[in-house]
């Protein structure tokens, strides 16, 4: 079962408009983190937030995580072409032994030049 | 550095054979995990390893096995291919328990006809 489901599955914007991504979960957390997957490529980390944190930020992104809704949003601002990518929000329901990332399915954003 | 590294990137088999994904990291990463990727299923979680010697199951283990006989590699074993099995595998890798950033591989693309 998925603990993460991202919307919208599909997001196409103008170059440099803001993408904006959204993020739910079921249970309790202790981080949240995304992932960007470019076309036939591997994940690549782009950002991860803990369970009491509410903002945050890396250049052009900012993740929010509200825990009393369960969901978190990437916003992607003054997006490029090369933004062009899935991304996957996943959770950690770490136990006793290493890292147990859950993924949800993705939002595919397509960036038009 | 090369990060983390599989093969083969491709392979087509038929239905009862059976074969080995092989990955490979240089980071001394502690924990290795084993991923599918599927259509509209985000990645779900096969095997994953938190040290040489040891492996476990994940949360879609069934017709799969895994070994990590050395701390830098992790095998990832179909002993009987079926078309279920078609998929994208990507294997990955983390150190710090804290941090819990995952590294990937690029994928290894599997058809079972």
């Known amino acids: 079962s998925q603990q993460g489901e991202e919307d919208p599955q599909a997001l196409s914007i103008q170059e440099g408009e803001n993408a904006t991504m959204n993020c739910s979960y079921k249970?309790?957390?202790?981080?949240l983190q995304w992932y960007r997957q470019n076309s036939g490529r591997g994940l690549v980390h782009l950002i991860l937030?803990?369970?009491?944190?509410r903002e945050k930020h890396s250049g052009r992104l900012r993740v929010t995580l509200d825990t009393s809704k369960k969901s978190s949003s990437l916003l992607i601002t003054a997006s490029r072409a090369a933004d062009t990518a899935s991304y996957f929000c996943?959770?950690?329901?770490?136990?006793?032994?290493?890292?147990?990332?859950?993924f949800g399915e993705g939002t595919q954003l397509t960036v038009n030049p | 550095n090369a990060g983390v590294t599989q093969t083969p990137k491709f392979r087509v088999l038929k239905t009862g054979q059976s074969m080995t994904l092989l990955c490979a990291q240089d980071?001394?990463?502690?924990?290795m995990y084993w991923y599918r990727q599927d259509p509209g299923m985000g990645l779900r979680l096969i095997h994953y390893?938190?040290?040489?010697?040891?492996?476990a199951k994940g949360e879609v283990p069934d017709g799969y096995n895994v070994s990590r006989l050395k701390k830098q590699n992790f095998l990832l074993g179909l002993e009987s291919a079926a078309p279920s099995q078609t998929s994208v595998y990507f294997c990955?890798?983390?150190?710090?328990?804290?941090?819990?950033?995952?590294?990937f591989g690029e994928g290894s693309r599997l058809t079972v006809l």
């Open positions: 996943a959770t950690d329901a770490r136990g006793t032994s290493g890292s147990r990332l859950t």
């Open positions: 249970t309790s957390i202790n981080n």
């Open positions: 937030i803990r369970s009491n944190e």
């Open positions: 980071m001394n990463h502690e924990y």
């Open positions: 390893s938190v040290g040489e010697g040891t492996t």
């Open positions: 990955a890798s983390d150190m710090d328990r804290n941090t819990g950033e995952l590294f």
